[in-house]
């Protein structure tokens, strides 16, 4: 009877080890680097179709793509993200869940930094810069495949 309860005891103590396993398993991720401008003709070029629902949401008709990193962060893990002129953004894995990853994104030139979190399969745009000549810099973050 007690090799039973030993066995039980330690079949417990695995299964509650496996989703701390799981959640420190990289992640990975996609940050592109957009400039949007408020004037001009409107348009989405090549490559960012997929974001098309989100940006038409913004006050930026026109939009170009300035960067692209792909990483396999875990949590705890910056990114840093460089934007075209100089500036910087870095891009911390917070936490990584089954159902979702969190970033923290820091933008020390705006003296900015955001908590998002973003779904498996899903991504989120975030302005970065404040706006220049009516146009600004911002980041997409896609969180798994």
């Known amino acids: 009877m007690r090799s039973i309860w030993t066995a039980a005891w330690v079949a417990v103590a695995v299964l509650a080890c496996l989703p701390a396993r799981a959640a420190d398993a990289p992640v990975p ?31 930026y008709v026109r939009w170009e793509q300035a960067g692209e990193v792909q990483a396999s962060m875990q949590p ?4 840093p993200v460089s934007l075209p002129g100089g500036g ?3 891009v911390k894995l917070v936490e990584a ?13 705006s003296r900015t930094q955001s908590r998002v979190t973003v779904p498996p399969g899903k991504r989120i745009v ?15 973050i896609k969180a798994g495949g």
């Open 29 to 59: 991720v996609r940050i592109r680097v957009l400039q949007g401008f408020r004037q001009g003709a409107p348009g989405l070029p090549p490559g960012l179709e997929d974001l098309k629902g989100q940006l038409s949401s913004t006050a």
């Open 76 to 79: 705890g893990r910056t990114q």
């Open 88 to 90: 910087s953004v870095s």
């Open 97 to 109: 869940r089954q159902g979702a990853a969190t970033f923290e994104v820091s933008a020390p030139g």
């Open 126 to 140: 975030q302005q970065v810069t404040a706006e220049q000549g009516g146009s600004a810099w911002f980041v997409t």
